[in-house]
């Protein structure tokens, strides 16, 4: 099964999941600001870009199951709570609490599992 899988479409679906994180954090960083009224809240650049990038990562993901399995989508999806972390370290400033760290190493333990014997 793991012979079937394209290269590109797994970089091309990971990359996918990558941006929809960052996007994530986008919108994150925007709810933390306060603003005058409730449509600057939702019409404002970090807002629409979010969402712009949310739905270039569907257009991408859509396309990358050209090349990869449907049973493997869902294992390459979840690598997006391991990219949120990271991100939320790095530009948000959050701690990994000891419980948000063993559920990444379970995530990336089920990601090895099912590649090698999925």
Request: glycine share 6%.
């Amino acid at each position: 099964m793991m012979s079937d899988i394209n290269v590109f479409g797994i970089a091309l679906f990971l990359f996918s999941v990558f941006i929809s994180s960052c996007s994530q954090i986008i919108l994150k960083k925007s709810a933390n600001i306060q603003y005058d009224s409730w449509i600057k809240e939702y019409l404002n650049v970090r807002v629409i870009s979010a969402y712009g990038i949310f739905f270039l990562s569907s257009f991408l993901t859509m396309f990358a199951y050209k090349y990869v399995p449907l049973s493997i989508g869902p294992m390459l999806e979840t690598c997006g709570y391991i990219f949120v972390a990271v991100l939320g370290v790095l530009i948000l400033k959050e701690k990994i609490s000891k419980r948000k760290f063993a559920g990444m190493a379970l995530i990336i333990a089920g990601v090895v599992i099912v590649s090698l014997f999925g």
